[in-house]
T-cell receptor, first 108, second 115 residues
């Protein structure tokens, strides 16, 4: 079982819609969870961190954490063409373990 | 610019050659990490340092790979006798000393192509 799994294929959403991304992790003792955005050819950029069960909102982004289900999600509201990127879920136990990422394409 | 910097940004080499990459972390960060990313995959952990001490190495880090952080500031990653499978983006990240809310910030990466 992989440490962090992101299984959805590319996600196409119309401009202004909500994009929803999901991630599961295997280590029940994990405490720190992150979403990074990565544009093609660039390095990952941190957009959200979450440490406690529940929702955390930052602008158009909402991260949701459910430790009992070992599940982390990211919602992007009012999606913009500039949100088109790969979104990486990461779990930290000293070093970061990443999922393989989900590509999001926002269609104008 | 006070972010993580990496040099070079791109490196093309022939199979069998040695290459060395440099990473300069954010100045007040004690921890420095190296990751490798191939196309379509998330970054994979290679190794990390706290100050000058190398605290963890991945099984991905074969004997041909060595990393150093001699003065607890910048770090180098050397790959000896490069192979085509080493072609990847090599990412460096830094963070303050461990604390659950200390996040890692990435440099721009070094893209290695082995011909």
């Amino acid at each position: 079982q992989k440490e962090v799994e992101q299984n959805s294929g590319p996600l196409s959403v119309p401009e202004g819609a909500i994009a929803s991304l999901n991630c599961t992790y295997s280590d029940r003792g994990s405490q720190s969870f992150f979403w990074y955005r990565q544009y093609s050819g660039k390095s990952p950029e941190l957009i959200m961190s979450i440490y406690s069960n529940g929702d955390k909102e930052d602008g158009r982004f909402t991260a949701q954490l459910n430790k009992a289900s070992q599940y982390v999600s990211l919602l992007i509201r009012d999606s913009q063409p500039s949100d088109s990127a790969t979104y990486l879920c990461a779990v930290r136990n000293n070093r970061l373990a990443f999922g393989k990422g989900n590509q999001v394409v926002v269609i104008p | 610019d006070t972010g993580v910097s990496q040099d070079p940004r791109h490196k093309i080499t022939k199979r069998g050659q040695n290459v060395t990459f440099r990473c300069d972390p954010i100045s007040e960060h004690n921890r420095l990490y190296w990751y490798r990313q191939t196309l379509g995959q998330g970054p994979e952990f290679l190794t990390y340092f706290q100050n000058e001490a190398q605290l963890e190495k991945s099984r991905l880090l074969s004997d041909r790979f060595s990393a150093e952080r001699p003065k607890g500031s910048f770090s180098t990653l050397e790959i000896q006798r490069t192979e085509q499978g080493d072609s990847a983006m090599y990412l460096c990240a830094s963070s303050p000393t461990s604390g659950r809310q200390n996040t890692q910030y990435f440099g721009p990466g070094t893209r290695l192509t082995v011909l």
